[in-house]
Every structure is written in structure tokens, then in C-alpha cells.
């Protein structure tokens, strides 16, 4: 397994209960999972480039340090990874965005491309994926792969769960990628689903379900 970092602070793994039961309404989840990205927006951003500022406080001049967030892109996979996106850019609200449009073939569960945006100049920039969820692995690996046409500086993937099968097949194809995710579950069922899971991410963000 490459290399894979797990955010179990407190407020990130209390919230997530709150997010799987059943129970939770359309805009609880939507709320939720906005406080979650935020949260682990901090991680996931932990060793991102710095660079000295020259300010001045109200008592005198100081060097201080910034992230560019100009340089830093979050490129969401339509249409779910929208809910992480909107409280990354709360975090990094400079940051730039990047979408990708790609759903799971029902039958395959292969990938499909439908949209693809992106800033210019994308070699000169970070790039985090962000999917709430790295289940089959399919579709990351297919996002990582096409970024990849554009040589970013660096690319790391954030998702809110994933499993053992998700986190191999996009080490086997991407392992330079790492992965950031609040929890690893126990398995992917045979629909593709992860369990125990919080069900269709993308269904509970939208209530289309």
C-alpha cells in the first residue's frame, strides 16, 4: 500500500458518524460534509510551499509566511466532488479550480470522461483531486491519468472514505499520488458501493435519492 494518510482527529471522525446514519437529512449532509473539508483541508495542505512576506503589524515590520494559493488547484470530479470543493476553497478561497466530468459506467464501473476544464499553466501548479469517495478506484485513476498530460508540479488525492480495493488500484496505476481520507472501511460490495460506507455521496449531497 502506498502511501495513504488517515485524518482521525476527533472533530473529523465525529462528524463523519453524523454524516453515515442513515437518518441525516439532504442539508445536514451537505452542511457536515462542508465542515469535514474544511478540517481536513489543514492536512491535506500541511506541506504545501511557503514563501516570507514582508508585513507590518500594528507595533512594527516582520517577516511572515503565506501559501500562494494562486498556485494551488482543486480539481473536483463532478458532480459529488463539489461538496468537498466548496470547503477547501473556505480554507484557500485564492486557490484556483479544475473540473472533471466522469461517471461509472453501470455495467463496468470503467470510467467515462464527459467534461474537462482546467486553469492555465497547470505545470506550475499543486493540484488536490478531490472525490468524497475512492470506492472501485476507477474514476481516480482515470482523473489522475489525464492531469498527469499536464505535468503539475504535484498531485494528491483527498476523498472522505475509501476502502482497500479503492487505495490499490489507484497505488498500482498512480503510486507517486498520495491519498488523504478520513477513514478506510471494510470492503467494496459487488455494486461498487463501499461498506459500511454513508451509501450514494453524491445522491446524499444532491437529495436525488
Known amino acids: 500500500m502506498g502511501e495513504v494518510h488517515v485524518i482521525d482527529h476527533p472533530l473529523v471522525q465525529h462528524k463523519l458518524t453524523l454524516m453515515r446514519r442513515k437518518e441525516t437529512s439532504t442539508k445536514n449532509f451537505r452542511q457536515l460534509l462542508d465542515e469535514v473539508s474544511m478540517l481536513m483541508a489543514y492536512e491535506v495542505l500541511r506541506d504545501f510551499p511557503m514563501h516570507d512576506v514582508d508585513i507590518q503589524t500594528p507595533l512594527e515590520q516582520m517577516t511572515g509566511k503565506a501559501i500562494d494559493g494562486k498556485k494551488v488547484v482543486f480539481v473536483s470530479i463532478l458532480r459529488a466532488g463539489t461538496g468537498i470543493l466548496d470547503g477547501m476553497l473556505r480554507v484557500v478561497p485564492g486557490a484556483r479550480v479544475g473540473h472533471i466530468g466522469l461517471y461509472r459506467h453501470p455495467k463496468?464501473?470503467?470510467?467515462?470522461?464527459?467534461?474537462?476544464?482546467?486553469?492555465?499553466?497547470?505545470?506550475?501548479?499543486?493540484?488536490?483531486?478531490?472525490?468524497?469517495?475512492?470506492?472501485?478506484?476507477?474514476?481516480?485513476?482515470?482523473?489522475?491519468?489525464?492531469?498527469?498530460?499536464?505535468?503539475?508540479?504535484?498531485?494528491?488525492?483527498?476523498c472522505l472514505l475509501t476502502c482497500p480495493e479503492g487505495i490499490n488500484a489507484l497505488d498500482r496505476a498512480h503510486p507517486d499520488v498520495p491519498i488523504y481520507t478520513a477513514a478506510i472501511d471494510r470492503e467494496l460490495d459487488d455494486h461498487g458501493y463501499i461498506r459500511p460506507g454513508l451509501g450514494d455521496a453524491g445522491d446524499r449531497i444532491f437529495g436525488t435519492k
Not at 128 to 147: H, I, K, Q, S, Y
Open 108 to 158: 463496468t464501473l470503467v470510467a467515462v470522461e464527459y467534461y474537462f476544464k482546467m486553469p492555465e499553466d497547470l505545470h506550475e501548479r499543486d493540484v488536490v483531486v478531490v472525490d468524497p469517495m475512492l470506492a472501485t478506484g476507477n474514476t481516480a485513476r482515470a482523473a489522475v491519468e489525464r492531469l498527469k498530460e499536464f505535468e503539475p508540479k504535484s498531485i494528491k488525492f483527498a
